[in-house]
């Protein structure tokens, strides 16, 4: 029998249920975790590395990847002291690059301040380190309790709440710190890469599977159909046509030009040549080119 009743509003939930959510959520885990190599990575660096690569990446690239940019750059000094050139070579794969450099800069600034922080705030002071990541960080290698909250684990704390509307960032965040506060040290990371592996095999966002669901006893929204968001009728951009894809293959050139750098001109695919060369400019301002004058770029260098 399920022991919350369902209801038009987030439903308070008692420590007592929370904490059989809780077991009957990190027994499933433990059960059926996805055989990842980053999650058998606890000191703080690499879970930094981590989860700044899987912010927009699939979990599965990242297992891969991550493994070879820490063969390169093993420490967090190692990281800061490297030229930007090569952090952005070894981050080759992942896309959204911008990240790499907000990574380096963040490893810079902790290596300045005498290391890693080890709570929430203070890591989210650092370059490019927002809510989520500076939660999972301090929950997955520091032993914190704060639940780490992206949109899948909203869903889930949405549901285990009973809530019909969407919550807002800080209603979802301070109901999932309701979670982990029933939580031992270290089971934070743990509940929050549950929750994830859970949103994506069974309580998913319009059809979830009830039935097959670890919380079905428990959850207040068991069983509800949720209707599915409408898609928008415009066609979709075509990937080639996007400035991602063009900057993606203006940084791939500048990855395979090396130091000396390449010439950057003419159109690039669907691209025009003043399109290219807005880029290449904005890549330049960005940290992500350097210009050697003329037509001429290459990836960020500390000398000639």
């Known amino acids: 029998m399920r022991e919350a009743a369902r209801g038009a509003a987030a439903q308070p939930l008692n420590r007592e249920l929370i904490r059989k959510t809780n077991r009957a959520l990190l027994a499933w885990y433990a059960a059926t975790a996805r055989p990842l190599k980053i999650r058998e990575r606890s000191d703080p660096y690499s879970v930094l590395v981590s989860e700044v690569m899987a912010q927009q990446t699939q979990i599965s690239r990242v297992d891969q990847l991550a493994t070879t940019f820490l063969a390169r750059f093993p420490t967090l000094e190692s990281l800061a002291a490297a030229e930007t050139a090569d952090v952005l070579v070894a981050w080759k794969g992942l896309g959204y690059n911008r990240r790499a450099l907000a990574l380096q800069r963040a490893a810079a600034a902790a290596v300045a301040a005498g290391g890693l922080p080890s709570n929430v705030d203070a890591l989210m002071e650092l370059p490019g380190i927002g809510p989520y990541t500076a939660r999972a960080v301090t929950a997955i290698a ?3 309790r704060e639940i780490p909250v992206d949109v899948n684990i909203a869903r889930i704390v949405a549901r285990l709440v009973g809530a019909d509307a969407p919550l807002s960032p800080r209603e979802v965040q301070a109901r999932a710190n309701e979670f982990g506060a029933e939580l031992a040290d270290g089971e934070a990371g743990a509940w929050a ?3 994830m592996d859970l949103a994506s095999s069974t309580c998913r966002a319009a059809a979830p599977k009830c039935d097959e669901c670890p919380l079905r006893d428990y959850c207040p929204s068991a069983g509800r159909t ?12 075509p990937f080639t046509s996007t400035a991602r894809w063009l900057r993606g293959r203006l940084l791939d050139e500048l990855r395979e030009a090396g130091r000396a750098g390449v010439q950057v001109v003419g159109e690039r695919g669907k691209h025009n040549e003043a399109a290219v060369a807005a880029t290449i400019n904005k890549m330049v301002s960005e ?18």
């Open 142 to 144: 520091f032993g914190g």
């Open 226 to 237: 949720f209707a599915k968001v409408p898609r928008k009728g415009e066609p979709r951009t």
């Open 193 to 195: 890469q549950a929750a």
């Open 287 to 304: 940290g992500l080119a350097e210009s050697l004058g003329g037509d001429r770029y290459r990836l960020p260098h500390r000398g000639d």
